[in-house]
């Protein structure tokens, strides 16, 4: 008889940015302390501080700018530097978390996947004594993904909030970072303007903190690279210039990010399968990948680029919870569109008003039929104009007034065509959350299809799918690895219709194991 075993693998890499050798400046008043990160000793391997009571866990999600990590481990002294944990790690040090389920406790070769690459934000220390009267002592570090790196970047009009600049008297996106100005720019463009002009410098400098930037790269700070393949929508670069706030809060702002289309920090292996896609730290910029309940049509918002897609069997499954309700039900839906025009709100709406209400209320369609579930109003705000805008009209003739009104209104349409293709089977598509064995490979932002059953069975292998927005990985040694996946848009119930009753029964197929378990 034989059993599979799951041998658990992590491994947590530190890559110091600081190099202290003052507590404070170096005004006299401090007696500078040894050198203790150089050369080499400033990539530190976390791993071996891991014993009974630690945890590793980390959290992403695709609706959050930056994901979470955490990590408790025992306050032991390190043998090189004669200090311990908590004596060695300081906030912005970098962070590369890997981890894997490995079948084979004997296997060799590449090292586990990563699975998270960050900063450190926190760092305590907890002792204490034990009932047996043993003393114990461990350090809590907790950090987030390059996604940080978003809500660290901040622009705000302060009378000279650098020295030297009024900001209240410039575009400060553009004087400050060079992004252009121009009133019809593309959102892919200005996403590679902000990854190029003001997020990798700001790495930059980082890396220069303390820390001679040279070939060997021991600060291990990447560059972020992007895939920007969204609908070519213009942003008001007007707007985009005096716009307040983290750059995370701008971007999302600016990019219809939400309603239309999704921004994260990905994080992948350090070259992908595919030449063309970009490995390492990604910024995501793209359409919401949502697919339409009629499997035929594929998405509803083109995908340049398709989402991946992990396909697992009940095997791994430990738990599920899934459900769906009317509280999304949405029947008749409005788009505005405040940023691309100086008129008053009232005439835009007005401009983007049709006459044929299929085009706006869903009276038929029996998954959000008014006669059943009331009228259910759905109202988003765009902030972009079309491919083809010239961005603010206002102020010039009536003749290219017009025209650009005409575009705005076809602008709208398609947005409310969009939303509403995307939300009207929203009783039927289910939300929850998976609990399964380790799997280091998923990511949010990825299709989960799960089988339940096995192929050459009486039964067909019945098979259901969702979205993925949120993972958590949690690994705590010599106990187990775990992913929670947080979905939405499951197909269960519709597979379930599909089937219908009798062999084809998909509750029959769910629990057709085919022998003990």
């Not at 009228?375 to 650009?404: H, I, N, P, Y």
């Not at 929203?426 to 096995?454: A, W, Y």
């Amino acid at each position: 008889m034989s059993a599979k075993i799951m041998m658990p693998e992590f491994r947590v890499m530190l890559y110091k940015t600081m190099a202290r050798r003052m507590v404070t400046g170096s005004d006299g008043r401090n007696v500078p302390s040894s050198e203790r990160f150089s050369g080499g000793s400033r990539v530190i391997d976390l791993t071996p501080f891991f014993g009974d009571g630690s945890s590793l866990e980390t959290s992403k999600s695709v609706r959050q700018p930056a994901g979470q990590w955490a990590m408790v481990a025992v306050d032991q002294m390190d043998a090189d530097k004669l200090d311990s944990l908590y004596g060695l790690v300081e906030p912005m040090d970098v962070v590369e978390i890997r981890m894997r389920h490995r079948p084979d406790p004997v296997a060799t070769g590449m090292a586990p996947p990563v699975v998270m690459r960050g900063f450190v934000s926190s760092v305590r220390r907890s002792m204490s004594m034990g009932a047996d009267g043993r003393p114990a002592r461990a350090v809590t570090i907790s950090g987030a993904d390059y996604g940080k790196v978003l809500e660290m970047i901040q622009i705000r009009y302060l009378p000279n909030y650098v020295i030297g600049q009024n900001l209240l008297t410039v575009l400060s996106a553009f004087v400050n970072y060079g992004i252009e100005a121009k009133p019809n720019q593309y959102g892919n463009d200005f996403v590679r303007q902000i990854v190029d002009k003001v997020i990798n410098p700001f790495l930059y400098d980082i890396a220069g903190f303390s820390v001679s930037p040279d070939t060997c790269k021991l600060s291990y700070l990447q560059q972020i690279e992007y895939e920007a393949t969204a609908s070519a929508g213009t942003i008001s670069a007007f707007g985009a210039q005096s716009a307040q706030g983290t750059l995370w809060d701008i971007m999302r702002g600016f990019l219809d990010v939400g309603p239309w289309t999704e921004l994260f920090i990905e994080d992948r292996q350090d070259t992908t399968d595919d030449p063309g896609r970009p490995g390492g730290v990604v910024l995501v910029y793209r359409n919401n990948p949502c697919k339409d309940l009629d499997t035929v049509k594929g998405y509803i918002m083109p995908q340049p680029i398709k989402p991946d897609t992990l396909e697992i069997s009940d095997e791994s499954v430990m738990s599920l919870e899934i459900g769906r309700s009317d509280a999304n039900v949405a029947n008749y839906f409005q788009v505005n569109m405040p940023r691309m025009n100086l008129i008053d709100a009232a005439t835009m709406n007005l401009s983007g008003q049709s006459t044929n209400p299929e085009d706006f209320y869903l009276a038929g369609y029996p998954n959000a039929d008014p006669k059943l579930y009331g009228l259910r109003f759905m109202e988003a705000d765009t902030q972009m104009g079309g491919a083809d805008s010239l961005g603010r009209a206002d102020g010039q003739s009536a003749e290219v007034v017009k025209r650009e009104q005409g575009k705005s209104k076809l602008w709208i349409e398609e947005r409310r065509a969009e939303l509403m293709a995307q939300n009207k089977d929203n009783v039927v598509f289910e939300d929850g959350s998976i609990t399964l064995m380790g799997q280091c490979s998923l990511r949010p932002g990825m299709h989960l299809r799960v089988r339940h059953g096995k192929p050459g069975q009486a039964l067909q292998p019945f098979t259901w799918e969702c979205y993925v927005v949120a993972v958590q990985h949690r690994m705590v040694p010599y106990q187990g690895f775990v992913t929670v996946a947080t979905f939405e848009r499951g197909t269960m119930f519709a597979e379930h219709i599909r089937r219908g009753a009798g062999l084809e029964s998909a509750y029959l197929a769910e629990w057709n194991q085919g022998g003990a378990v």
